[in-house]
């Protein structure tokens, strides 16, 4: 679809007007054809009480930022109400940096764990309603996690009255692993070295905040018209990207005239370098059943430990397949669990591993290291192993031919596999993914000050195309 023409309307939704624009009485509430199926369903959060401050106090000097600064002893990160004031210097409109950085604390304040995202998903629709958005819910099924009585969705926004008809979509994720750790800020005068802490400060929060703000200048600049850019984020990337899913099978339904846009903008730590691509992923679990006896005769008994061990060894030993953009195809025993007692023959072992896979094509490649998986393991023994996978994918390419921007692969997954369609992917954001998922997850404001640069290039970049 070419960049002048208009797509088709995006979801049927009961849109909630801005609280800073007029809206006709008319145009109250109306419905959008779209969507076929999907719960969406507009409506400001009102619950001021699920953003929780921070309380923790985590400082260098726990080892939790692995930065030389760390030896200052006055450079320490602080919990929130104890860190850098973020309040803007004079009385006037808070600056740039004001707005991204408040809005970075509260929502890295809110826990997010997978599963438990509606209390983050709220405040998104709020705080986006305040701002001009139309914001809409679209809701998810539950999954583990999900506490009772607790809706899972995910938030879809954009400015102008109307339908969602975008040509381009600004997407990002709002869950996060466990456990979760309370913002901290290190103290002093905030610069661009001033670093930040927190569970999803890199992956993903960096990205919708710096995204928020990007579009809220372009839009106060004119650079872009109402309606032009969606705003979406997903509940579920980081256990099984079924909000991503969700969305996508929504757009599927609509068989007659399927939504179209020309590009999506994924958010995740690329280190502000736009990425060309990532691995694909295969995601297993091995049992292996042997038969049990008494450790002092073992060749009366079948050791399901011994024969996963085998495996196991093998199948690193093997090339699973390897590429010229991403190198090899790596697997990762991420459990391995078996037997009863030190004096038994284990009957049982489990292991359950991620392959990264660095060979295409996106929708087969890892059914291709699969098989290879399933031909190692009849090698070993023909009747002891069942290999189950909850899902996989082969390797992503995206697009990163635009000026201005470093380039750069990366090994982890994203969601872009689970949006189906013709446009053109973009994967850039803040942060760097080495320190994502651990006790020491971290980035600086400069990170998140370029970041909302980069992702102004992106769109206005994409709109253009």
Same mark, same amino acid.
């Given at each position: ?19 800073t ?12 054809a779209?969507?076929?199926g ?25 080892g ?7 030896h200052?002893?006055q ?23 004001d707005e ?48 009772? @009585?607790?809706?899972?969705? /995910?938030? &879809? %926004?954009?400015?102008?009255? $109307?339908?969602?008809s975008?040509? +381009? *979509?600004? #997407? ?23 670093m ?23 839009h106060?600049t ?37 939504a179209?846009?020309n590009?999506?903008?994924? @958010?995740e730590?690329?280190? /502000?370098? &736009? %990425?060309?691509g990532?691995? $694909?992923?295969?995601?297993?679990? +091995? *049992?292996? #059943? ?7 005769y ?9 024969l996963m ?21 790596t ?10 007692a ?10 359950k ?22 031909r ?6 023909e ?5 189950t996978?909850?899902?996989?994918f ?7 031919d ?9 090994n982890?997954?994203t ?22 998922h651990?006790?020491?997850?971290n980035l ?13 290039k992106?769109?206005?970049?994409a709109?253009?195309?």
């Open positions: 679809m070419s960049g002048s023409s208009r797509p088709e309307p995006l979801a049927e939704v009961e849109v909630v007007h801005s609280t624009t007029r809206p006709n009485p008319s145009l109250a509430s109306f419905s959008i779209g969507l076929v999907a719960e969406v369903e507009g409506r400001a959060a009102t619950d001021k009480g699920t953003m929780r401050s921070s309380s923790a106090v985590i400082c260098c000097a726990l939790l930022v692995p930065w030389a600064s760390c200052e002893p450079r320490r990160l602080h919990a929130a109400h104890q860190g850098a004031s973020l309040q803007s210097p004079h009385n006037g409109a808070p600056s740039l940096r991204l950085l408040h809005l970075h604390k509260e929502l890295v304040s809110i826990p997010s764990i997978s599963g438990d995202e509606n209390a983050v998903g709220s405040f998104l629709v709020e705080y986006l309603t305040e701002r001009g958005y139309n914001a809409e819910r679209q809701f998810v099924e539950a999954r583990d996690g999900t506490p009772n @009585g607790k809706e899972r969705f /995910n938030v &879809l %926004a954009w400015k102008g009255e $109307g339908t969602a975008p040509k +381009v *979509v600004v #997407t990002s994720h709002v869950d996060v692993v466990p456990p979760h750790i309370p913002y901290g800020i290190q103290s002093g005068k905030v610069s661009g070295d001033t930040i802490k927190g569970r999803g400060s890199v992956d993903a929060k960096g990205s919708v905040a710096s995204m928020i703000v990007a579009l809220n200048q372009l106060g004119n650079s872009v018209s109402a309606g032009d850019v969606m705003l979406l984020f997903v509940v579920g990337e980081e256990v099984s990207g079924d909000g991503m899913r969700a969305f996508g099978d929504s757009l599927a339904r609509r068989a007659k005239h399927p179209q846009f590009a999506v903008i994924f @958010g730590p690329t280190e /502000n370098k &736009l %990425a060309c990532h691995k $694909g992923g295969l995601f297993c679990d +091995v *049992v292996a #059943t042997g038969v049990p006896g008494h450790s002092g073992p060749w009366l008994g079948k050791s399901a430990n011994e061990a085998r495996a196991m060894v093998k199948i690193l030993d093997a090339d699973l397949g390897s590429s010229e953009l991403f190198g090899d195809t697997f990762n025993i991420g459990r391995f669990q078996g037997g009863v030190g004096n038994v023959i284990p009957e049982t072992a489990v292991v591993f991620a392959a990264r896979v660095a060979i295409g094509p996106e929708s087969s490649g890892h059914l291709i290291v699969k098989e290879k998986v399933e190692i393991l009849d090698e070993v023994d009747e002891v192993f069942e290999l996978c909850t899902h996989g082969g390797s992503v390419e995206s697009n990163c635009v000026d201005g921007f470093e380039k750069i692969t990366v982890y997954g969601d872009i596999p689970n949006l189906a369609g013709n446009h053109t992917r973009y994967l850039y954001g803040p942060g760097n993914i080495l320190v994502a651990g006790a020491r997850e600086t404001v400069a990170d998140l000050e370029e970041a909302v640069e980069g992702y102004q992106l769109i206005v970049h709109l253009q195309q």
